[in-house]
């Protein structure tokens, strides 16, 4: 899957698909009543002049308030969708044990510890590789590797096992527009809804 590019085109494109649709919604119930007005009036009776225009003009009210609300739901979207543009080349945080190339991994050991054991799991082959973080050293760890690997970590105090976090940050390469909303996209095509952030790292 490719990165999809934001642009106008797509943006116009959603936004007016929503918009021609609650036109239909409320053009149509409105016409429906008008025409059973007409259709079911008195002959000896008729609706006058005056009153056939008066209706007419509500009906362009009800179109330009359904223009308004759809012109006003795209806004705040398009308002949201241009704030996750701004993180492109960013790391953030997203919950997932899964590292892409370039991926940075951050270790937060809970207790005292002697070393962690960072055990990386190629998802392509299968093999597994292990890297000794000890203590004292950075604790963290960037991927360079071109292949997807699965992360697992364990601290160690004593030859005993110690409770110990791991956070992925990933750097945000494009963002998708969907109906859900703003979907951002990483290193080997992964992506995620910008709901699953955590932190943007400045």
């Known amino acids: 899957m490719g990165i999809q590019s934001v642009g106008s085109s797509y943006t116009t494109t959603t936004t007016q698909s929503a918009s021609n ?5 409320g053009k ?3 016409l429906q009543i008008l025409v059973s007005q007409l ?3 008195d002959p000896m009776s008729p609706m006058k002049a005056d009153e056939m225009l008066s209706q007419l003009s509500q009906l362009t009210q009800v179109e330009q308030l359904t223009n308004l609300t759809a012109s006003m739901n795209a806004m705040r979207k398009a308002g949201d969708v ?3 543009i701004s993180t492109i080349g960013k790391k953030v945080n997203v919950s ?3 590292l892409s190339k370039g991926d940075e991994l951050t270790l937060m050991p809970q207790n005292d510890y002697d070393r962690i054991v960072v055990t ?3 998802l392509k082959d299968g093999s597994s590789r292990d890297i000794t973080i000890n203590k004292g050293d950075l604790l963290t760890y960037t991927h360079d590797g071109d292949d997807m690997v699965q992360v697992s ?3 160690m105090k004593d030859n005993k096992q110690v409770s110990c976090q ?3 940050f990933k750097t945000v390469q494009g963002v998708i527009v969907a109906d859900s909303g703003p979907v951002l996209v990483f290193g080997n095509d992964e992506t995620y809804d910008a709901s699953q952030v955590q932190v943007i790292k400045k």
Not at 21 to 25: H, V
Request: proline share 0%.
């Open 82 to 84: 241009s704030q996750w």
């Open 120 to 122: 990386l799991k190629n």
């Open 153 to 155: 970590v364990k601290a």
């Open 21 to 25: 649709s609650g036109n239909k919604l």
């Open 166 to 168: 791991a956070v992925v």
């Open 96 to 98: 997932t044990n899964a």
């Open 28 to 30: 149509d119930a409105f």
């Open 39 to 41: 259709k079911y009036q």
